[in-house]
């Protein structure tokens, strides 16, 4: 689908929402209550909170995600989920700042007036999406050329990802097609001009190479005369059997295995100096008295060394020596065997401290040294890296990265013992996703999720 459209809709429906939250304020005091003059500096940091908590909810929610508002079921379980974590941060809100110089009524016929609304906003998108998807003069009548595995796959995705487009069939040889297919065969390759000007279609994809067929080059001339778009799909299946992006040096087309927003200089500034900020706010105002404070306790409980220093994997494949609080007895042990659940050699101030993840902190230290990221894949033992790569063929992709604090894996659930190939191929396929989809934004979702899933507990941290 067109990417700025894609665009448009999200910001529309998210500006949508917020203009819907508003609205039920605005009707609530119009309709059923008003604000007493002594009272207005309460209702207006109700106000601000109302619309600044939706916003961020939303955001750490990505409710707007193009995956999510493709699907109606998707985006509306979505939406009754942020709806009501708005509902308890609201009600939290006026609790703990104990705001009783608020109407009561105000409170509930906002709330229920808000759900209303947003219930409505959802059925206006429902017939949006059908309004795109079967307006005559909005939507695009395509036809494939090929019945092969790219031709089906390019029809699942334009079904799946595109509101407005109505595939009409596939063009090949009579001979060359074994199945059935979804869609109809409507002629055989030559006559595609001529099927497409008797069904007025508005674009040809084809899955067949001109080196290949030599008639496709005549097909795109007749297509431009009839003022039909053609579009080549190529397949770069013999070549390479997996997704590649392709980027353009001039007019060179270059194929990259996957897309890396942090090869630009720019982007690893960016986030460097984001790094910078965080982990020296952190150092001076957490680690300047949590260091003295845990080291003590460490101490009382089990004589020796308050870190625990330990030769880690970093970016490029390089080692670093990785700083973590000492949570078990010194054990001959450390280097070779990961934490277990109920490991006896944890002490009862280490086993805090890897629930709540205070053993993590001093890594904020090889984060201001620049050998750590607040976010990216978690480091490995050097013994683990050398294995798990023999296990994934991809896990050393991981590694492009600087080793972060948290991470796409660990705010899904993936951290802790790896115990099987299954987990260990998620958290290679979170990390990739990571470094392919890399911004600052991302970033800053991640390290609230990792403050979220810490204060609400994680069943695998141990």
């Not at 009272?39 to 109700?46: G, Q």
């Not at 059935?180 to 084809?206: F, H």
């Not at 683990?384 to 604090?405: D, N």
Request: glycine share 4%; aromatic share 12%; charged share 25%.
């Amino acid at each position: 689908m067109n990417r700025r459209f894609i665009r448009f809709l999200q910001a529309s429906i998210a500006g949508l929402d917020l203009l819907t939250l508003n609205l039920a304020v605005s009707l609530t005091l119009v309709f059923i209550t008003s604000i007493p003059p002594q009272f207005i500096n309460y209702y207006f940091r109700l106000w601000l909170f109302v619309n600044t908590s939706w916003l961020f909810i939303c955001w750490i929610s990505a409710i707007y995600n193009e995956y999510h508002i493709m699907s109606f079921e998707i985006f509306a379980r979505k939406t009754m989920r942020v709806y009501i974590m708005w509902v308890a941060a609201v009600l939290a809100f006026l609790f703990f700042l104990q705001q009783n110089e608020i109407s009561r009524i105000f409170i509930v016929s906002m709330i229920l007036g808000s759900g209303t609304l947003l219930l409505i906003n959802r059925f206006i998108y429902l017939l949006l999406r059908h309004y795109f998807r079967h307006g005559e003069h909005l939507s695009k009548k395509v036809i494939i050329l090929g019945y092969n595995d790219i031709a089906k796959k390019l029809a699942n995705y334009l079904e799946e990802e595109s509101l407005n487009t109505q595939i009409m069939g596939f063009c090949e040889e009579e001979e060359k097609v074994k199945e059935l297919s979804t869609y109809p065969i409507l002629s055989d390759i030559g006559s595609a001009i001529q099927v497409s000007r008797k069904l007025e279609i508005n674009e040809i994809y084809s899955t067949i190479a001109p080196e290949k067929e030599k008639i496709i080059y005549d097909l795109i001339k007749q297509a431009d005369q009839e003022c039909i778009r053609f579009r080549i799909i190529p397949d770069l299946s013999f070549i390479i059997k997996q997704p590649v992006h392709i980027n353009y040096l001039r007019d060179m087309p270059v194929l990259s295995m996957r897309s890396e927003p942090l090869d630009d200089v720019s982007s690893r500034g960016r986030k460097r100096a984001f790094d910078i900020v965080v982990s020296l706010l952190v150092i001076i105002f957490i680690l300047s008295w949590l260091i003295p404070l845990l080291g003590i306790l460490i101490w009382l409980e089990s004589p020796g060394p308050i870190f625990f220093i330990q030769e880690r994997t970093g970016r490029d494949n390089k080692t670093f020596n990785c700083l973590k609080f000492r949570s078990m007895k010194v054990n001959n042990e450390a280097n070779t065997k990961q934490a277990q659940r109920n490991d006896d050699r944890m002490t009862k101030i280490g086993r805090f401290m890897r629930r709540t993840s205070l053993d993590e902190f001093p890594q904020f230290i090889n984060v201001f040294k620049g050998e750590m990221s607040i976010v990216g894949p978690r480091p490995h033992m050097l013994r683990h890296t050398e294995m798990y790569s023999k296990i994934m063929g991809q896990y050393m992709v991981r590694q492009f990265l600087k080793p972060g604090v948290t991470g796409w894996a660990q705010v899904h659930g993936y951290r802790g013992e790896i115990k099987d190939d299954e987990q260990l191929r998620k958290r290679i396929e979170h990390d990739i996703w990571y470094m392919e989809n890399w911004s600052i934004w991302l970033d800053m979702r991640i390290m609230f999720l990792t403050v979220y899933r810490t204060v609400k507990g994680d069943e695998n941290a141990f």
